[in-house]
């Protein structure tokens, strides 16, 4: 993928968050400023991400569809433009609300068809790095949204910030005329649609963990509006600790960093036995094969790994490559031995 080709991506995806996170937390406050209660204006936060769900949907099917993206980005970032300037000029909670479906329905768009050009045109190799760089965004938009967002609309109005928003969003759209998009042939039509074999139960689990997180950070969201909007605090404060909140978060990364640790050590006892042991003549899955319950090797790896890793007298965030190894080379010098003191000679069975 060119520069111009991930420049634009992730200009795209900057603009989309710095004005999301910017009126997220005042969207509450704003629908309360209309006569909304807190319980309605919850429910209008539910709805503008609903929208922006039904918006990632339809960028998904007109993708699959015309396999075409910029053009379905282009017309949504402009019509987001108009829809968001009329946020800041609803005098009524029903006005607020269908603005604020269309600008979040467009942002969906423009978003999902932004991602889905990246998936489509990174190669296999350099996806990580495309797709680490667009999730740069979420916290730099935060900030760049959270700090300025709030100030703007104490200091001069909600008419005021959602025009320099509705402005600033314009150049989502541009970005999009970067967009490189070789021509794609139609989806050929198949008798047999719809009879392929899904996604697989591993799509489903990271789906339901996802939209946990998510359920419990909504919650979150809209419950620290609702407080300090009672304890007396102005629309900048609201957006200034959204916009500091992953800095907050930065304090769990000790948390994190031990919590990955202990877990390494099954990785590479993974890695080993699917990927190493063939290629030395060791059996794989040997406590399986042999219907045994537990598996001293693995045990004993991962007890040896943890505490040589925290005997080392370096940072916790560095201790999991070492370990990795201790716990990699251990779990097969073990279970060398193992399998060796149960006479097993891999010869006798190719299961």
């Not at 968001?84 to 068809?113: K, Q």
């Not at 990174?122 to 730099?140: C, I, M, P, Q």
């Not at 938009?141 to 300025?148: A, P, S, V």
């Not at 969003?169 to 541009?174: D, E, H, R, T, V």
């Amino acid at each position: 993928m060119s520069k111009r080709q991930i420049s634009s991506l992730f200009l795209c995806n900057l603009v989309l968050w710095t004005i999301g996170q910017g009126i997220a937390p005042l969207l509450t406050v704003q629908a309360a400023g209309l006569g909304a209660g807190q319980a309605l204006g919850g429910a209008c936060l539910a709805l503008s991400m609903l929208s922006m769900t039904a918006g990632n949907v339809s960028a998904g099917w007109l993708s699959g569809r015309f396999r075409r993206h910029r053009i379905p980005a282009l017309v949504a970032g402009l019509v987001a433009t108009p829809a968001l300037w009329l946020m800041g000029r609803a005098t009524t909670l029903w006005g607020l609300v269908m603005a604020m479906a269309v600008s979040f329905f467009c942002a969906g768009v423009v978003f999902a068809s932004n991602n889905i050009t990246a998936g489509l045109y990174a190669k296999g190799s350099e996806r990580g790095k495309v797709f680490g760089l667009l999730a740069l965004t979420l916290g730099l938009g935060t900030l760049l949204g959270g700090g300025l967002a709030g100030p703007i609309a104490g200091r001069w109005g909600y008419a005021s910030m959602y025009t320099i928003l509705a402005l600033f969003g314009l150049l989502a759209p541009l970005t999009g005329l970067l967009w490189e998009e070789p021509g794609m042939a139609p989806a050929p039509k198949t008798a047999a649609a719809g009879k392929g074999a899904g996604l697989g139960r591993g799509f489903y689990l990271l789906f339901a963990a996802s939209l946990g997180g998510a359920v419990a950070g909504f919650v979150f969201f809209v419950g620290r509006s609702f407080v300090m909007t009672d304890l007396g605090f102005d629309a900048g404060a609201l957006t200034t600790a959204a916009a500091m909140f992953p800095a907050l978060m930065m304090r769990l990364l000790d948390f994190v960093a031990i919590y990955g640790f202990i877990l390494m050590p099954m990785g590479a006892v993974i890695f080993t036995d699917f990927w190493i042991f063939p290629k030395l003549g060791l059996k794989q899955y040997f406590a399986e094969f042999r219907s045994i319950l537990f598996s001293w090797p693995a045990a004993l790896a991962w007890v040896l790994s943890l505490f040589i890793g925290f005997m080392l007298p370096i940072e916790i965030f560095f201790k999991g490559l070492p370990g990795w190894f201790v716990a990699s080379l251990s779990y097969l010098l073990l279970s060398y031995l193992w399998q060796n003191k149960k006479k097993y000679r891999l010869a006798e069975d190719n299961l």
